[in-house]
């Protein structure tokens, strides 16, 4: 689904540069998000602020979990 970013998998979640739902976009997510005054717009920037967390940690457990 992705194209080949030629980086490892844990880089690659904490700060992606072409990777929408990283760590670091995360961050800058869920500080707009609390800045916006804006409810359409805060509520906006929080779902996507989650759904980064939520990315970053699906790809951290599939990179603990040995291979069966």
């Known amino acids: ?9 844990i880089s690659w979640a904490m700060n992606g540069e072409d990777y ?3 760590l670091n976009k995360g961050k800058l997510y869920l ?6 005054k804006e409810l359409s717009i805060k509520n906006d ?3 996507k602020a ?15 979990c040995p291979p069966m």
């Not at 689904?1 to 998998?9: L, R, V």
């Not at 500080?31 to 916006?36: D, Q, R």
């Not at 989650?50 to 603990?64: P, Q, Y």
């Open 31 to 36: 500080i707009s998000a609390l800045e916006e």
């Open 20 to 22: 929408k739902w990283s």
């Open 45 to 47: 920037n929080l779902v």
């Open 1 to 9: 689904m992705y194209p080949n970013p030629h980086i490892d998998a």
């Open 50 to 64: 989650f759904r980064s967390l939520g990315e970053v940690l699906h790809n951290t457990a599939d990179m603990g």
